[in-house]
């Protein structure tokens, strides 16, 4: 019992993560409909700063308090980020707004590798101790599952976050005018939207949330590293797609579905397929033989851990491309 | 005019008499010199330099004449494509014989192109066990295989640590290649493997795995794979409260491990490393003579690099002739004291003498254990 | 063939037929040409026409049909496995290459298609991150099937495939024409590997101006005008997934003969990638500039190891910059800024069956 009760806090820690990066990508894709596969990297970008603004606190002010200086590193990080993601909509996708469909997905491509090679020249290939300055000794609220002060902190802050994205998008006027934008460019532009500057916008906050959900990844797993990015943008995309892209609430659901699958999923297909669970007369000879003394036949186990996301994505895409929570029809592009 | 053709012929001249005084036999290297595991390639490389310029320095006579030796330094980028093609390159070259590649994964595609020039290829760090059960008579290597570091492994979980053993590795070929060793060394020696899990060499959470494997009770975990996912893995094995040893491959017996791990490394962290601590070579004065020559330290396999040069040029003089097809049986035969004791290959062309070594965490360093 | 010529500054305008002999002729002459530079070169070329044939088959798919894959390279693992599993001594079977490489094409064909059927409904982006998905799915399947039951070797690849036999001479093996002259296999599998590049030109350029083709462009520039006029896109779909996936699948198998080691690492995204970033480069549904983009990307990383290398010593002392991360730097770069300015790529795919709408695009963008 303790065991599950562990794989859904691991999946629930990784799946708020996935379920901020999915914010950022829903967000654009709702407004655009861009895949901004460079989201991820910013994410990697918001962590590799937030790194080099620490250390540097810690070597010129090593008195300062851990919290102060995750929360100077964290903001350094944000802004750099937010910067970073208006550079690049304006430069590399705004003139591409009424290209055709392919051409700012392969830039956004080309964003995506060129900001991980740029790390990789300015960080350097190897992976970076992250500072874990929220210690990461284990509590025990239950006997036997255990969960870390970090841990509790990504979870609350955010829920926060996402709280209050969604009241930005839905009580505020410039959250008005993005749905609008969404809804319909030429049309919003026409009701006074000035549509430029919602789409900025939207790419800076989307920017942001990424800083913050890296700093919250290199926080807790203490690394950071040039392509760390890649794989949580990945199945972070997963996660929108899963909850409906375009749907904030979506994303969300879709993120923690995510993490918990993932979790549960690597913890238990071994057990689950392992043939030796079979009863007696359906196993064969040299199963059987295989299966005495502890052993097992585990057709598929962990290895299979980073397919899920794909798989998921597959399955929703072929049977309910509105996602859970969607409302839109998946040949929007 | 006049000028350029007295130039051109003094050149000429010069060309011609040193070519008079001495045959230049060229013995090849590759490793990455660029990417990620740079500085271990240019280890292996300055190992293989120092031998050529020891033995320059004394003088070699192959077959009665007086040779120089020459290094042609390539890099692989540890990538098996650019292996191929610097591999390629060296045949291209005319190398008499080749010192690498580093990691197994460049070395086992570049060596069938050795093998087909009908050059010797001696890997001083590449460990996979397939590269020497290919069948090719022209691949060598100084340095353990995977075979033995797995089975000390195993032996050392097993018989030292507890019987109940889970074994995590990366799905790369290094990592898988030995962990399926380990898991025959564990099981050999009495213990029992728990589990197998598996993670990627991408990977930053290990908790979904580690959860699993804390179900099951073990007394030992043993990681077989690469440093940057190890010392995580083993912060995120305390953060879920698992109270089981840790140890792992040559891969994680760095000091980029320990700085990785932080706090969470200790004395029930141990890793095994093929080949010798540097404090127990067989030459005392090798790293000394290392370190002046290079200015930097020695980083892992230089002295199995420094041997695998030394028998390819011993090899040569015993035979007489820098002609591979000529030395080669010489090689096959050879048996020397090298920098790390004595070098002789069996019939595969792997080490007779390989050594390794177990290595336990201390006060922020790897020493040497008596497993 | 036009489309090179064409590609010729001023000849190909002037007297084409002189510019197509003289691509002829560099064609033919390119192995004896590298060799005055070694083996090394040699091999070079050989890889970039295993590319040319890969982006031939993947502009089929992007190109012509407008259907973003990012898992083109599923299928080129898949023929390069094939080969492994019928010809090597994994599971001891040694069928010659007529029976392996048909083989292998129609297993990427039917990869193709298991592919197709399922994203037929997605379009663009969507389309998109379910290829990268495939892609990694059966590069992850390929890396882990050797447990519980070996079938793969997993991580460890395969080694020692069989190398192209035809009917009798192994083509790995110099043939020996006098004592001092002997043809290196290197070249025999140049010519061996053009001859399967020009077959591909011809059925693709055969492919392109038939019925096929031109429902391909009509679904690319409209899908619902496309099916409005009765074209089954369906079909047409899933045919150029298929047909793609074949190139892919034959590419596979003779990297596997000519290698003779495949493992799952030659199969990552990064490859994918950069497979796509030859055809955007050349120029999306041109031939001529897929192959010209194919040709200059694979030299890039060889052409960077032999003048960065140096320049950076001489400039600063020391190399700043990897030629393996210059590499990347550049088609990163090249992808970003041929979608600015140059959507069309290189060489501009002829309007009439191609994409004028990228061209109009990129004027568009600029004015």
Same mark, same amino acid.
């Given at each position: 019992m303790e065991t599950l009760l562990q794989q859904i806090i691991n999946g629930l820690v990784v799946g708020s993560v996935y379920a901020l990066i999915a914010l950022g990508y829903t967000m654009v894709y709702g407004i655009l409909g861009l895949i901004n596969f460079a989201h991820g990297d910013i994410l990697m970008v918001g962590a590799l700063v937030a790194l080099q603004v620490i250390s540097f606190l810690q070597e010129h002010f090593p008195t300062m308090s851990p919290v102060l200086m995750l929360l100077i590193g964290l903001v350094v990080a944000a802004l750099a980020c937010m910067i970073l993601g208006y550079v690049i909509e304006r430069t590399a996708y705004r003139r591409l707004r009424n290209a055709p469909r392919l051409a700012p997905l392969i830039t956004a491509i080309g964003v995506s590798f060129l900001l991980q090679t740029l790390a990789m020249i300015i960080w350097g290939r190897n992976y970076h101790n992250f500072p874990q300055l929220i210690s990461t000794a284990p509590l025990q609220p239950v006997e036997g599952v255990f969960i870390t002060p970090v841990q509790i902190i990504i979870l609350i802050s955010s829920a926060l976050l996402m709280g209050g994205l969604i009241l930005l998008v839905n009580k505020t006027r410039l959250g008005r005018a993005m749905r609008a934008t969404a809804e319909n460019h030429k049309v919003a532009s026409l009701m006074g939207v000035d549509t430029n500057r919602i789409i900025s916008t939207t790419f800076i906050i989307g920017s942001g949330l990424a800083a913050v959900a890296g700093v919250m990844f290199s926080s807790n797993y203490g690394v950071a590293h040039y392509a760390m990015g890649f794989t949580p943008g990945i199945k972070a995309f997963t996660a929108a797609v899963l909850g409906g892209i375009g749907n904030l609430g979506g994303a969300m659901l879709g993120g923690v579905v995510l993490g918990l699958v993932e979790s549960i999923g690597a913890g238990y297909l071994g057990t689950a397929t392992d043939l030796c669970n079979l009863p007696h007369w359906l196993q064969w000879a040299s199963l059987t033989q295989t299966c005495s003394n502890g052993g097992s036949f585990e057709l598929l186990s962990s290895n299979y851990q980073d397919i899920f996301a794909f798989v998921i994505l597959g399955i929703v895409l072929i049977f309910r491309p509105t996602g859970l929570l969607g409302e839109r029809v998946s040949d929007r592009a | 005019m006049n000028k350029t053709l007295i130039a051109f012929g003094v050149f000429a001249c010069c060309a011609g008499m040193a070519q008079a005084q001495e045959a230049v036999v060229k013995i090849g290297h590759v490793g990455p010199l660029t990417g990620n595991i740079a500085h271990m390639g240019k280890d292996n490389e300055n190992g293989a330099r120092l031998a050529i310029e020891e033995y320059n320095a004394k003088g070699v006579t192959i077959g009665g004449k007086k040779v120089k030796l020459e290094l042609v330094g390539e890099d692989d980028a540890a990538d098996p494509k650019t292996g191929n093609i610097v591999a390629q390159r060296l045949v291209d070259a005319g190398v008499k014989g080749v010192v690498g590649h580093l990691n197994s994964g460049t070395t086992i595609p570049a060596s069938r192109i050795y093998n087909q020039a009908g050059i010797p290829m001696i890997s001083p760090s590449s460990t996979n066990v397939t590269l020497t059960q290919q069948g090719f008579p022209y691949i060598f290597r100084t340095m353990a295989n995977d075979a033995q570091q797995g089975s000390v492994i195993g032996k050392f979980a097993a018989t030292k640590l507890g019987k109940k053993v889970a074994i995590i590795d990366d799905r790369t070929s290094y990592g898988q290649g030995l962990a399926d060793e380990i898991d025959k060394g564990v099981k050999g020696n009495g213990g029992q493997v728990t589990s197998r899990e598996f993670t990627n060499?991408?990977?930053?959470?290990?908790m979904a795995i580690l959860t699993k494997i804390k179900s099951q009770n073990p007394d030992v975990i043993v990681y077989s794979g690469m440093d940057a996912q190890g010392g995580p893995m083993l912060k995120q094995i305390k953060q879920l409260g698992i109270k089981a040893k840790f140890v792992t491959g040559d891969g994680g017996c760095t000091p980029e491990f320990i700085r990785l791990a932080g706090d969470a490394a200790n004395e029930t962290t141990y890793c095994t490393q093929a080949g010798l601590p540097v404090s127990q070579l067989a030459d005392k004065t090798f790293k000394a003579r290392f370190v002046k020559r290079f200015g930097v330290d020695i980083q892992n396999y230089a002295p199995y690099s420094y041997d695998a040069a030394a028998a390819l040029i011993e090899a040569m003089k015993a035979a007489g002739s820098s002609e591979p097809a000529k030395y080669l049986p010489a090689l096959k035969k050879i048996h020397f004291k090298g920098v790390t004791g004595d070098v002789a290959f069996d019939d595969k062309g792997d080490t007779k003498y390989g050594a390794i070594t177990v290595y336990g965490y201390k006060a922020g360093a790897w020493e040497p254990i008596k497993p | 063939m036009n489309e090179l010529v064409e590609a010729i500054p001023w000849l190909g305008h002037r007297h084409p037929k002189a510019a197509r002999s003289l691509i002829t002729c560099l064609m033919l002459l390119a192995p004896m040409i590298a060799l005055l530079f070694g083996n090394t070169w040699v091999r070079i070329l050989d890889f970039a026409l295993l590319y040319v044939m890969l982006a031939l088959g993947l502009n089929l798919v992007?190109? !012509? @049909?407008g259907l973003l894959d990012l898992g083109y390279i599923a299928f080129y693992a898949v023929g390069a496995y094939t080969w492994a599993f019928l010809a090597s001594p994994h599971f001891g079977l040694h069928l010659p290459f007529y029976l392996v490489l048909p083989l292998g094409a129609a297993f990427a064909a039917c990869a193709g298609i298991i592919l197709g059927f399922p994203v037929l409904r997605l379009r663009g982006d969507y389309l998109a991150i379910v290829t990268l998905g495939f892609g990694e799915i059966v590069r992850i399947f390929m890396n882990n099937l050797n447990y519980p039951v070996n079938i793969t070797n997993g991580p460890q690849g395969i080694n020692m495939l069989d190398s192209m036999n035809l009917f009798g001479w192994d083509i790995s093996h110099a043939v020996q024409i006098t004592d001092t002259f002997r043809i290196n296999p290197l070249v025999s599998f140049y010519y061996l590997f053009l001859l399967f590049v020009v077959g591909s030109v011809i059925v693709i350029r055969r492919l392109q101006i038939s019925r096929i083709g031109r429902g391909w462009a009509a679904i690319r520039d409209d899908e619902l005008a496309a099916k409005a006029i009765g074209i089954n896109t369906r079909n047409m779909k899933l045919l150029a997934f298929s047909l793609g996936a074949t190139f892919g699948g034959v590419s596979g198998g003779l990297f596997g003969s000519f290698q003779g080691f495949v493992s799952?690492? /030659? !199969? /990552? #995204?990064m490859e994918s990638i950069a497979i796509l970033t030859m055809v955007v480069f050349g120029g999306m549904g041109n031939i001529g500039g897929v192959i010209i983009g194919a040709v200059a990307l694979s030299l890039l990383p060889e052409v960077l190891r032999g003048i960065a290398l140096p320049v950076q010593q001489q400039l600063f002392g020391k190399v700043i910059l990897d030629p393996e991360v210059l590499r990347m730097l550049l088609l990163s770069l090249a992808m970003i800024l041929m979608m600015q300015f140059?959507? @069309?790529? #290189?060489i501009p795919a002829n309007a009439r069956y191609s994409r004028p709408e990228l061209a109009r695009a990129g004027k568009g963008a600029q004015s």
């Open positions: - | 060499n991408q990977a930053t959470d290990f | 992007v190109g !012509f @049909a799952p690492e /030659s !199969f /990552s #995204l140059r959507p @069309a790529g #290189l």
